[in-house]
Structure formats: structure tokens, C-alpha cells
């Protein structure tokens, strides 16, 4: 089972944003098109069951 996962987003270039998982620090590198509508540096995301969702 996959564990729910937390990042935030640091920064977007072009079609792609970085996000930073907030356990470990890992910045990793995603396609837009993948996250939901609206997120934006900054955006606070849960990731679970292979979809990135937009949390408060």
C-alpha cells in the first residue's frame, strides 16, 4: 500500500512545477497538466492513490 505523501510547491517553470516533499525535503520535478487546477507556488498538495490533491 502507498503511503499519502505531502509537498509543496517551490517553484514553476514553464510546463513543469517543482515540489518539495515536506518529510523529506526532496524536490522533485512534475508536469503541470498532472496537478489540479489552481496550484501555484506555494500550493500545499497531498498526494495519495496515484492523484496530487490541492489541501488547506
Do not use: C, H, W
Amino acid at each position: 500500500m502507498m503511503e499519502t505523501q505531502f509537498y509543496r510547491v517551490t517553484r514553476i517553470e514553464g510546463e513543469y512545477a517543482y515540489i518539495a516533499n515536506e518529510e523529506s525535503g526532496e524536490e522533485i520535478f512534475i508536469a503541470m497538466f498532472l496537478l489540479p487546477d489552481g496550484v501555484d507556488i506555494g500550493t500545499r498538495l497531498k498526494y495519495e492513490m496515484l492523484q496530487y490533491e490541492i489541501i488547506e
